[in-house]
């Protein structure tokens, strides 16, 4: 099955896929309607991230990918509107503009087209917001 999810700097040698952050987990969202990973996507630049770009992949190569950088995967159902949540981390792991640092959580190669470090992007959230997304999650296995 195909699956879409968000890509910034697609196709580059900084390419980065986004990430929620839930306490020590990093999940990739999988959207199953390319329309609903754009609005995900359009709601992501609302809150002032990079242009991220709408990839398909094969489901199997997000879920290796997640289990290799120890990373989880949820599926999306077509229809089902994921808004991202209102908190994101001070600083990403992944850095943009794809200047070297000393931390190997930089590193630009981050997508499922790499060989993985860390997320893209990242949210932090209040617990409740946290409990509510759960919620959400849960319903949707």
Avoid at 38 to 50: K, P, V, W
């Amino acid at each position: 099955m195909r699956v879409f999810v968000l890509l910034f700097n697609a196709r580059t040698e900084n390419e980065g896929i986004h990430t929620l952050k839930m306490d020590d987990r990093n999940i990739v969202l999988m959207f199953e309607s390319e329309d609903d990973a754009t609005r995900y996507g359009i709601l992501l630049e609302a809150q002032d991230f990079s242009n991220p770009t709408v990839e398909a992949f094969e489901t199997e190569e997000i879920e290796e990918f997640c289990d290799s950088a120890h990373y989880e995967c949820k599926l999306v159902p077509e229809g089902m509107l994921a808004v991202p949540p209102e908190a994101n981390v001070e600083e990403p792991d992944w850095n943009p503009e794809g200047q070297n640092t000393d931390s190997p959580r930089n590193s630009p190669r981050n997508s499922p087209r790499d060989s993985p470090s860390d997320p893209a992007e990242e949210a932090e959230m209040p617990l409740s917001e946290l409990e509510r997304l759960r919620r959400r999650f849960e319903g949707l296995l």
